[in-house]
């Protein structure tokens, strides 16, 4: 199953520049698994020390947000997840 991750800008340091990767799982938390196995750098990015996804990323799967069960929704073949950062100033 292919399953193309959209990496932000801030995080492509992590995979080489580049702004997508192709992964495989049948959840989304399967496939930012992948995603970290073939990009090691991106788990301290993605994830806190208990496994969960940081409060400052919005995940997306098919332009749909995912949020509040961002690692369970389902994926299928040709699916599209995207990260994104949630931005806070003043």
Do not use: W
């Not at 400052?56 to 799967?61: A, G, R, S, V």
């Amino acid at each position: 199953m292919s399953i193309q991750v959209y990496i932000h800008k801030t995080h492509r340091q992590f995979t080489g520049g580049r702004e997508t990767v192709d992964v495989a799982g049948a959840t989304v938390g399967e496939c930012l698994d992948h995603l970290v196995r073939q990009h090691p750098d991106l788990q301290n990015m993605l994830f806190d020390g208990k496994g969960k996804l940081h409060n400052t990323l919005e995940i997306y799967l098919n332009m749909e947000s995912t949020y509040p069960e961002e690692l369970a929704k389902p994926t299928r073949e040709g699916d599209e997840i995207f990260i994104t950062l949630m931005l806070a100033g003043g």
